[in-house]
């Protein structure tokens, strides 16, 4: 790229979308570039066929095929945070506006305002999933409907004081209820209704939000977490009583811990630890020769996951085995994307990866974007 990459790629159709200042579409077979914006993109969101993207103090959408404007609008304040589902873009912007707005032509449906002022980037900034939007508001948590604004339930979690100081990270799972991170505090609260089903008290704070694994504990189901110190808990989903809880190291990671195929996987300092969901006893630690940058991924029995050593770690997910890694001239940024036997990663080398999943070749030409 002719600019520094960030973010997480995302990974629609045929095309692999990228920031680099500006979006870039890839073609996912041979990288070749598609298309690019002409306008910077801190924040972006690909969702119903349409780009979604900011440049800070104004809001576009481009057809996601072709790069094609849709619409652009200004904003009243900076854009620090951006998601769509459904037909319904959420944004962020400083100073506590939480905005929503018809994903077809831009028109705002609602506005709130005093809302996550305390923390405003993007991984604290509100949630919108299946229709609700979720928003961190005078000392509350407010469940409001996408589309209108209107609350549905609060709940008084706290001020950004008696939350730790620390924002509160916020799950939706399928099984009908909410997972929060308020601080030392772990709640279940129904979707629906904002009853509370549950919560659960630890000595240290949460950075990262909960992780939701369905099915009975007896096969790994329930709520996984990991404090700053590095503990990572596992929870009945239905009791919120702790299960297991095992130690790792100290741990400034903001991103979930990972639960898959009997597993889980967390990043703690510069070591991938795997633990087994149902007994927490530790299988494997792999030790990085850096801090373990974004979230790693689970796919076709490997574990791959990139750190500020310039390398990206692909593992044996059951037994921790090295088998292979690549060294980029720059910081793995954002998580790791693996899909359909390939493995996708940006660097901080200016460089947007493609390989094999199994083998860590090059897949297709080396294109320039």
């Known amino acids: 790229m002719s600019n520094d990459v960030w973010g997480t790629p995302v990974v629609s159709g045929d095309l692999l979308y990228v920031t680099s200042f500006e979006v870039h579409a890839l073609d996912v077979g041979n990288g070749r570039r598609q298309f690019k914006t002409r306008d910077v993109a801190w924040a972006m969101a690909v969702e119903g066929g349409r780009i979604h993207a900011s440049d800070g103090p104004s809001l576009y959408a481009l057809d996601a095929t072709t ?59 509100p949630v919108i999933h299946d229709g609700t939007v979720y928003v961190w508001q005078d000392a509350r948590l407010r469940a409001l409907d996408a589309r209108t604004g209107i609350e549905r339930w609060s709940y008084p979690i706290g001020d950004a004081a008696s939350c730790g100081g620390v924002p509160v990270r916020v799950t939706p799972a ?68 702790d299960r297991w809880r095992i ?47 974004g979230a790693p991924v689970v796919a076709d029995g490997r574990v791959h996951f990139g750190s500020a050593d310039h390398v990206l770690y692909t593992l044996d997910a059951a037994g921790g085995q090295l088998r292979w890694k690549l060294a980029t001239g720059g910081e793995i940024t954002g998580s790791p994307v693996a899909q359909a036997g390939v493995v996708y990663a940006c660097s901080k080398d200016r460089c947007v990866y493609a390989l094999d999943a199994l083998k860590g070749t090059g897949t297709g030409n080396r294109a320039r974007a």
Not at 78 to 91: M, P, Q
Not at 97 to 125: I, P, R, Y
Not at 190 to 197: A, D, F, K, L
């Open 247 to 293: 130690a790792t190291e100290a741990r400034s990671s903001i991103e979930p811990v990972l639960v898959a195929v009997g597993n889980v996987h967390v990043g703690s300092g510069s070591a991938l630890y795997t633990l087994d969901a149902v007994t927490g006893t530790p299988k494997w630690r792999f030790a990085a020769g850096g801090d373990v940058v």
């Open 67 to 125: 790069g094609a404007e849709q619409w652009r609008l200004s904003t009243d304040a900076w854009v620090y945070a951006l998601t769509a589902d459904r037909g319904t873009v959420l944004t962020a912007t400083r100073g506590g506006g939480v905005q929503g707005w018809e994903a077809s032509n831009g028109e705002k449906l609602w506005e709130v305002t005093g809302a996550q002022s305390d923390f405003e980037t993007a991984e604290a900034g």
């Open 174 to 241: 399928p099984d009908g209820y909410v997972y929060i991170a308020a601080g030392t505090r772990v709640l279940a609260v129904e979707t629906g209704s904002g009853r509370v089903r549950w919560h659960f008290e630890a000595p240290a704070v949460f950075l990262s939000p909960p992780a939701f694994a369905p099915g009975p504990a007896v096969t790994g189901g329930g709520v996984y977490l990991a404090d700053y110190l590095g503990t990572v808990y596992a929870l009945d989903a239905t009791t919120g009583k």
